[in-house]
């Protein structure tokens, strides 16, 4: 039996007589909800906006009564199941669109009563309400009368399942790899999605390339990022970036190696605990959005960006909803990395009290603190200050690195990594002049400037040198000299304070 299955039948039988239940597949909770029915030898009455009531129940199951009279709405309807003359569960769909705060005041204020009404006379009875929703949408006046439980996209062992089942349903098994391995990475690269959006996949990468092998993996990854794109606030990041890739900041990528091995079975085995999430901020430029892409591959997680600030470009109501369904997915996905770039700028104004913006970004903490899958939440910002403070709050991240500009090595690694990124043989450089040359400079910059003299050489047909390079830096006022006076604000002096440095502290320019 599976978690979901467990929660419902203790719920039942402790009389908790109105469930929500949350799901993104109506069709599969109906299909457990009728084998419990089936099994507790109950009635499964239904009742939707199309087919009103309907007798749900299983071959060899308890029938349903008729019903007694007509039950086109939801109050009738809840009429009928209080004067129901036996158990059952009754389950209803399609609920948000006869209740919700947008209804005129008597009429809403008479259907959250009649739900009140009901669960006192349901209270003696064993007669159980199952509503089912993509998200709890009731309004906040019945969230106390109503039990709620999410029921999860399925993990590892039930999309096996479902893949096993979906190709003996068939006739597909001579395209299933036999190769374990292999059928670990296809049931990996459908994690996140519904059980019918896996099996819709299965069934593309089949018509595809004909198989469901190690070269159907791309397909379905494919198929799974678009799926995963529908929510507008997440995007399945692509990633090539490694430790390799950046330069400096060596205390972080230390931080970075060392919590690799914490996702072991082995750490685990010994009460090690994996981080749950992680505080990247400092200089525009300094390289911390490569750090967070960089987590992910040390990690060999998929890495998921969360556009925190289109949460709040949305109506009240639907950003909260597509806020949990993000935060879904990613457990879904789990083990991964949630990246919340920038993310000061999704939750400015949380402090000032918007009814919304706190609501989510209350709701957004609570998830992280008890979030129980390995979603390892990495945020980057570069105005620290105007987040909440009951985001930096100690605790709330395992760790907050200060990311400073880069000191001399750091910025001969810089300069040397950049060169082979962009084509060029850092031997053709006179690489001390450029580390003296860039002082007070940011990665992007030196990025920016290799880039630049490039084009600037190509244009006169030769090749670039060092002075081309210098002439582009001498150009451009750096960024630092503007982020100073941030930097000297006393609050941001404070969470430095309170933060670890990325670099070793000797040695900064
Ligand atoms: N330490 C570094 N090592 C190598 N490259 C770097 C480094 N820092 C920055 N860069 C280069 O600059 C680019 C931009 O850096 P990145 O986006 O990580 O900066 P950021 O700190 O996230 O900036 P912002 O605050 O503006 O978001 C990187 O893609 C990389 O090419
Ligand atoms: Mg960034």
């Known amino acids: 039996m599976n978690e979901t299955i467990t929660k419902i039948v203790n ?13 993104q597949e109506e069709d599969e909770a109906i299909r457990e909800l009728q084998a419990i029915a089936h099994s507790m030898e109950v009635s499964l009455i239904g009742w939707d906006a199309v087919d009103h009531y309907k007798d749900l129940g299983i071959k060899g199951g308890r029938k349903a009564m008729q019903q ?15 004067n129901y003359p036996s158990d059952a569960i009754f389950v209803l769909r399609d609920v948000n669109h006869f209740i919700h705060e947008r209804m005129p005041p008597p009429e809403l204020a008479s259907t959250i009563r009649n739900f009140k009404i009901l669960k006192q006379k349901l209270r003696s009875t064993g007669k159980t ?27 590892k062992d039930q999309l096996k399942q479902i893949l096993l089942s979906f190709v003996a349903a068939q006739h597909w098994e001579d395209c299933l790899s036999t190769d374990e391995r292999i059928r670990d990475l296809i049931i990996d690269a459908a994690l996140g999605l519904t059980a019918d959006q896996a099996r819709s996949s299965f069934a593309k990468a089949v018509i595809d390339s004909g198989s469901l092998d190690e070269n159907a993996i791309p397909f379905l990854l494919d198929q799974k990022k678009q799926i995963i794109q529908r929510n507008d606030l997440l995007e399945y990041y692509d990633n ?23 996702f072991s079975a082995e750490a685990r085995a010994l009460g090690i605990l994996e981080p749950k999430g992680l505080m990247i901020f400092g200089v525009p430029g300094s390289g911390k959005s ?16 969360f556009d925190i600030g289109r949460v709040f470009g949305q109506f ?10 993000a935060l879904s997915i990613a457990e879904a996905i789990s083990p991964c990395v949630l990246w919340i770039d920038e993310i000061e700028k999704g939750f400015a104004g949380a402090g000032g009290g918007h009814e919304t913006t706190v609501r989510v970004l209350g709701s957004f903490l609570t998830w992280m603190q008890e979030k129980k899958s390995t979603v390892i939440v990495i945020a980057t910002a570069n105005d620290i200050t105007k987040l909440p403070d009951e985001f930096i709050r100690k605790g709330r991240f395992d760790e907050m690195f200060f990311v400073s500009i ?30 003296q040359d860039t002082s007070n400079r940011t990665g992007a910059e030196i990025e920016q400037a290799i880039m ?17 390079i210098y002439n582009v830096i001498a150009s451009v006022t750096p960024i630092y000299s503007s982020f100073q006076q941030k930097l000297n604000d006393p609050a941001y002096q404070n969470i430095i304070r309170s933060a670890k440095p990325a670099s070793p502290e000797e040695d900064k320019c």
């Open 11 to 23: 719920a039942i039988r402790a009389r908790d007589s109105l469930i929500f239940i949350e799901t």
């Open 68 to 82: 007694s009279g007509q039950v086109s709405s939801l109050a009738s309807m809840l009429n009928e199941i209080s």
């Open 129 to 155: 309400v199952i509503i089912l929703g993509t998200n709890y949408n009731l309004p906040h006046e019945l969230e106390d009368d109503f039990l709620l439980i999410n029921r999860p996209r399925p993990n």
């Open 240 to 262: 090539d970036i490694t430790t390799d890739s950046i330069g400096g900041l060596d205390i972080l990528k230390d931080w970075l190696n060392k919590r690799k091995l914490t």
């Open 290 to 305: 490569l750090t967070a892409k960089a987590a992910a591959a040390i990690w060999q997680m998929p890495l998921l960006r």
């Open 316 to 325: 009240v109501g639907q950003s909260e909803n597509n806020m949990r369904d």
């Open 406 to 435: 880069p000191n001399n090595a750091e910025r001969r690694e810089i300069i040397n990594i950049q060169m082979l990124k962009h084509k060029l043989d850092p031997q053709d450089f006179d690489i001390e002049r450029l580390v």
């Open 452 to 468: 630049d003299a490039k084009i600037n050489a190509f244009y006169e047909n030769r090749k670039p040198t060092t002075n081309d």
